[in-house]
């Protein structure tokens, strides 16, 4: 991808980034839309849309959540200062959110996941997280069969209209 040249290419409001594979391997139970604590080489990485949260999940340090793995690539027009591009980023949600997920995570099998990276209608960097338990072989098949008869079903619609 090219890097934005002129400010109307910039990202201020929108998605940046969409993991596609979230709801596919992953049984979502519960969704968080969380702030990041972010330094601004990445915040101006992101406006130019330089992100993948593909492989991202949250953990939990000393009381905190924290997304790991999320890749913003480094800022091009940077001066002498920059960042790691796969550092541990702060969630900021609230304490009651916080004690949730945590006791969530505690369980078994259970993971927070990065399912969308966007910036809000005021221009705050966001990242909606699930709760979720990995799906096994025969949930994905089940899942792929619903997808495919869904879009069938469309299609005969579609005809029978005509």
Known sequence: MKAATHKSELI??????HNRRANFDYEISETFTAGLELTGTEVK??????ANINEAYGIEKNGELFISNMFIAEYSYRGYESHAERRDRK???TKKEISK?????AKKGS??????????DRGRAKLLVGLGRGK???DKRETIKERDWSRDKQRIMSQANH
Do not use: D
């Open 12 to 17: 201020s409001t929108g998605v940046v980034a």
């Open 45 to 50: 990485s992101l406006r130019q849309g330089h």
């Open 91 to 93: 969630l900021l949600l």
């Open 101 to 105: 997920i945590i006791g969530e995570l």
């Open 111 to 120: 993971t927070l996941v990065a399912m969308r990276l966007f910036f809000n």
């Open 136 to 138: 096994k072989l025969y």
